[in-house]
């Protein structure tokens, strides 16, 4: 079977293999990642990507999303940053590699991190929250992505295929920064966990 690509429009009643299934897939957590699409509608085209049957269905999740970009390189550690902690990329996307955000840096207040048949590590601890609210959107497929909270972090998480080891609200500062993980994990886990401080 040849390929599926977007310039197929002749064929879209032809049958969807996996790796197609695979590379739309891939292609939405990237427009994820850019903003491109909101937390509801990632949701109902990653459901419609990974139950599509055909090349026609699948090419609807894309219809209005730019043609495919080579996927962006996954964030180096940043344990050696400079002291003036210059403020990372608001996201970062790990295509079989691992992803690791760690050490001293600056989390902007919307941070988006996707994992694609890899793994990573986000860890917080020595980091600095810009903001009162931090928003971090995680997106694991086929991949294993952890969370790493200091103590006296509020954190809320949402989303599928998460697991924490609890809201961590008792004994917090009434002003305590915020951090709310919204992860998405398909044959994987975003897992999130409180541990002290490095």
């Given at each position: 079977m040849e390929p599926y690509h977007e310039a197929s429009?002749?064929?879209p009643s032809m049958r969807a293999s996996d790796q197609e299934r695979d590379e739309t897939v891939q292609r939405l957590?990237?427009?994820?990642?850019?903003?491109r699409l909101t937390?509801?509608?990632?949701?109902?085209?990653?459901?419609g990507a990974l139950s599509a049957r055909t090349h026609g269905e699948l090419a609807e999740l894309l219809?209005?999303?730019p043609a495919a970009t080579a996927p962006t390189?996954?964030?180096a550690s940043r344990s050696a940053a400079p002291a003036h902690l210059p403020k990372?990329?608001?996201?970062?996307?790990?295509?079989k590699n691992t992803l690791r955000q760690a050490g001293?840096?600056?989390?902007?207040?919307?941070y988006r991190a996707l994992v694609y048949k890899g793994g990573g590590v986000i860890d917080l601890r020595a980091a600095e929250l810009t903001e009162a609210l931090t928003t971090i959107l995680a997106v694991a497929y086929k991949s294993d992505l952890q969370?790493?909270?200091?103590?006296?972090?509020?954190?809320e998480a949402s989303g599928f295929g998460v697991t924490h080891d609890g809201d961590w609200t008792g004994d917090l500062a009434a002003d305590a920064p915020v951090v709310h993980i919204r992860g998405y994990a398909y044959k994987g886990r975003v897992d999130v966990r409180t541990m002290p401080r490095r």
């Open positions: 429009p002749g064929r957590q990237v427009a994820f990642a850019e903003g937390d509801g509608e990632f949701d109902e085209r990653m459901r219809v209005d999303l390189a996954p964030a990372p990329g608001r996201y970062a996307v790990a295509y001293r840096w600056r989390v902007p207040g919307t969370l790493l909270v200091p103590p006296g972090v509020r954190v």
